[in-house]
C-alpha cells in the first residue's frame, strides 16, 4: 500500500501571505510594546523629580530607590553653612613685580687684562669683597714714575729756595740785579707747582692701581659671570663683568584702582599698613611686609596708581621681576557677621539668601550687605550668627519649599550620583511612588508616600517600569 505521506507538500500561495501578514503584526505588536514601557518610564522619572500626586490616607509608604533625593516626603538636596560672627580683614589687592632696591652692572674703570675671578656665579658678597683683578703692573710702574718725579722735583726746589733766600740778600745790598732775585724767585714757583703735579699724579696713579682691583659696591647676590679671566677688557665695554643684585631686603611695586586711594592716604596716617605678597596662582603666601610709601602720581591711561612696599625677605622668597599678586590690608572689621559668598543670591528687590528654617524649609531673606572679601561677605544686616543659610542648589529652590540640607563636607556624595541607600525606583524619596493607585480604599494605596499618605508595598518585582513596588536594598 502506497504511503501517502511521502510525496512531497507543496506550499499554498495564500498561506505564504497570511504568514507575511502575522510577521507584521507581531513587529506592530512588539513596537507599541517598547513605545509603552519608554513612554512610562518618563512618566516614573518626571514624577519622581517633581514630588507625585496626592495619595489616599493611610499609613507610610514603602521604601524608596537608590540614590532617592526627589520626590515623596524628601526635600530638595542642598548644601549649607553657618553664619559665623568673626573678624573680617579688609583687603586690597593689586598685581605687583618684585623689584631690588640696588642693581648695579660691575664694569672696568681701567683697560687691561682680566688675570683673576674671585667670585662664584651666585654667590653672596658684602660690600668691599674682591670680585676681580685686571693686570696691576702697568698702574704700579705710572705709580713708581709718579712717585720718582716727584723725588727730583723736591730736590730742585729745595737748591731753588736756598738760592732764592741769597739773591734777595744780594739783591737787596745792589750786588746782582733786581731782575735776577726775581727770576730765581719765580723758579721757585715753577719748582712748588712741578711737586703739586707730580703729587697729582701719584694720587692718580694709586687711583688706577685701585681699580684694577674690582670690589663689590654693595651687598647683594652675583650673578651669571659675564668674561671669563684672560679676555682684554676695557672701560667702555657695555656690558660689564657681572651684575650684583641687593636680595634684602627687597620691594614689591604694585598697582591699586585710583578709587582707593582715599582711603589708603587715611589709614597711612594712623600707622604702618601691613602688604601680603601671593604667588601668581594666589595659593601661596610668600612674604610680609609693610607699605612704604605711595607714587606721586596717577596713570590716566589705567587710572591706578602705584604703591611700593618693602620685604625683609630673609628666606629668599621673592626673587627680583618676579610677579606677584599683593594683598594690602587696608583695615579688619570686628565682629562681623560672615557667610560664604556664594549663599548671596540678587533679584529684583536687591540681595537675599536663602535661610534654612525648622521643618528643613527655606525662607528668602533679604539682607544688606557690608563688604565682600574673597569667598566671604560680610553681612551688615538680615542674618544673625548660627543661621543656617543654602550656598549650593539654589536654583532649585522657592520660598516655603522643603529642603534636605547638607554640610559642605558632605559634598562628595554627589546629589545626582549618590550610592543606592534603599531600593524601589530610582529617584524617588522614601515612600516609593507618591499617589494612590485608581480605586485602592484608603489606606491601601499601592503608591503611598509619607505626605500622602497611602500604603507601599514594601517589596516587588525588580524591573517594574512604573515603580508599583519599592524592594529595598
Known sequence: MEDKFTEPLTEQPGSKRSSRWIWILLILIVGAAGAYVWHSSRNTQAAGQNGGGPGGPGGPGGPGGPGARFGGGAGVPVVVAAAQREDLPVYLDGLGTVTAFNTVTIKSRVDGQLVEVDFVEGQDVKKGDRLAVIDPRPYQAALDQAVANLARDQSQLGDAKANDDRYKQLGSQGVIPQQQADTQHALVGQLTGAIASDQAQIDNAKINLDYSHITSPIDGRVGLRLVDAGNIVHATDPNGLLVITQMEPIAVIFTLSEDSLPAVLKEMKNGTLLVKAYSRDNGTDLATGKLLTIDNQIDPTTGTYRLKAVFENKDRALWPNQFVNARLLLDV????????????????????????????????????????????????SGLSAGDQVVTE???????????????????????????????GQPGFAPGGQPGANAGDPPGQGQYGGPHNG??????????????QYAKPQ
Open 333 to 380: 572689621e570686628r565682629n562681623a557677621v560672615v557667610v560664604p559668598a556664594a549663599a548671596i543670591q540678587r533679584g529684583s528687590d536687591g540681595t537675599f539668601v536663602y535661610r534654612v528654617m525648622q521643618g528643613n524649609t527655606v525662607d528668602a531673606v533679604p539682607v544688606t550687605i557690608s563688604l565682600n572679601q574673597g569667598n566671604l561677605t560680610s553681612i551688615k
Open 454 to 467: 497611602g500604603q507601599g508595598k514594601p517589596q516587588g518585582h525588580p524591573g517594574d517600569p512604573n515603580g
Open 393 to 423: 542648589g539654589q536654583d532649585r529652590l522657592r520660598a516655603g519649599m522643603a529642603v534636605e540640607p547638607h554640610s559642605s563636607d558632605q559634598q562628595a556624595q554627589s546629589i545626582a550620583g549618590a550610592p543606592p541607600q534603599l531600593g
